[in-house]
């Protein structure tokens, strides 16, 4: 491993492009053919846990270089930049077969709120994330709040300097390790809908915390379901103002719509890359021949698609409701690789078990969440039909 | 990424608009006085885009794309107005001396008088469109041989003037559906305001704008990128994609007109049948994905195109 020094940092910091090329020589092998990074190319852990660790090491791997630095301000931990350099890292990290570190799907649905609305938490918490030292979850959804997000009712109340939070969130990702979860939490009334909600950080430590991990079809502890009991949170975790947290969620979704379709983006090219050299010579697989050029379209249309909202997002500009045409875009593609996939493997798929089948399997369990997470499929459809489209109201 | 701003952009538009609703055998000409070489000088993406999507809103048939084909392949030398025929099908009546035959591995020519008897009307889909066929074996023709990479950009970049119209016809289609599904009241409110209709109608859109985003990305790399293969593989993806969406936009576009949709009085046809003869025109969406998957399974690995 090489670390980024100054005047390369400054290089880095100002282009993208030179970012994305000093990446690929330092993530590829080396000439003498060792691998710095041979613990993390193309690895398959056993569960979920064990990822989140080892995406942990990678974090901290990265960090120790600077490699992971750019696109975050310098009173956060970072070395100057923007968004794309972030998107830069993803891609180059997907390419060179090092995957995406899990925790950094939630750090970018969850950064720029923390950023943007709390500085000084995220200078605290930034750091320390980007540094694999710990990783969060997102607290948005309720056994009974789910696309009705308005309706949640974990409550926090106010106790002189600290919020009493009493509740509990569910479907949370990286939930069973998560060290804090950013939770969207009623301080209104109970039919204040989204004006008497606001964001805040509990960690998970705290005392009346309890996390349950919940396993999804393939086995694997994807998520969590997270209890409050009357948990003190101090006051100065709040992201945002009291009562103003619907902006914030409303602000952080044109993230999480657009990074996370980028990074699922580079890796199902990855896995796609994959797919194909370990498929390609199977006998019928021929009859598959146009899917294949399929999934490709929908694997750059996506790319095409985020890498065009990043880029306005790293301008400056407000992205709103469009960002439901990247959501759709990512659902489309990730149910396309992974249905490709079980049909090529056909009974190895159903019934197998080898490493190859087993490692799609778990896969395709996890891509049936892309039309679901961060705004299903229907509310993306819905909030084009009304926002966009400027349709009369159902 | 655009010289051209925001206002600039608008002005030319509606210009554009009118000239295709006007008369669509004068747009080349007036084109000129437009000022065009201008824009396409400023910025050439956002110059195929505008004149390829009005077309397409205006359902105009013009030469524009014979002019594209004519423009790459100027190393021949062969008079900027001859007739193309793609894959056998042409613009229009021949009008040339000579008609160049185009498609994806073989570019030839034939004389247009050798052409007497072998040029039918298009009474297919499209009824209304001034398409003809040629019926015609490749070895009546004359094989020109230019530099593969030549070849291959001319079809690139008349896919991806095909793809940005295949998007204008769409775009058009959707207002069309929006303003007759928000008009047209049953059960006593109108039938953008259930749920299934504007779920249609939210997929039309985004599918349009996935084919905008992947035509525009593609000419961009058009525009930039050196290696021919890329190129070639971008064209196809977005023309497969423009292809894919107006098989989505149009399925809608029918369905939630109702029973008006399928008249001859109604305009849903013309979108319908304009938009599956571009589709058609240098490899429709589904012999592309064919394409593409085949040189995957061969051995391609997929590249990753895009850049941020």
Redesign the interface.
Known sequence: MSSVNAADAATYAAS??AY?LALRKELGPLVDGSDPYAEWRDARYPTAEEQSAGDGRLLAHLYAGGWNRFGWPEGAGGLGGDL?HR??LY?ELA?AGLGVPQPTLVLETLSPPLLHFAPDLAAMMLPRALQGLEWWGQGFSEPEAGSDLASLRCRARRDGDSYVVSGQKLWTSQGPTAARFICLVRTGTPESRHRGLSMIVVDRDLPGVTVRPVAIASGRNDLAEIFFDDVRVPADRLIGQENAGWAVAMYLLQFERSMYAWQSAAVC?HR??NL?TET?SRPG??A???????V??D???L???S??T??RLAAGENIGPEA??DK??LARAELAIHDLARDVYGAEFALGDSPAAQHWREEWWYSRSAPILGGSA?V???I??DH??G???? | MTALDDETITTVRSSLAELFAKDPDTVIDALDDLGWSDIVAADSVTATVLLFEEQGRALASTRLLDSVVMKALAPLGLPDTTNVAYDSITLGPITSDTVLLLSEDRVSTVPADALAGRVHDATGFDRSGPWRRLDLAARETTLLSPEADLLARTVADARLALAAEIVGVCEAAVQLTVAHTSLRQQYGRPLATFQAVRHGLAESYAATEHARVTVTAALVAARDESDCEAITTFARLAKHRAGAAQAIVMRNAVQLHGAMGLTLESDVHRYVSRAGVLDILLGSHVALAHRLGEDLLAGGSPRALVAI
């Open positions: 993208p492009e994305a794309r998107a830069v891609d390419a090219l796609f890359d194909l390609a697989v021929g598959l021949t146009g899917r294949f050029g399929e490709y379209s694997l750059i249309t790319r095409a698609r890498a065009q990043i880029r439901g045409v759709i875009a229907e993306q459809r819905t084009i039909a966009v489209l349709l009369p109201k159902e």
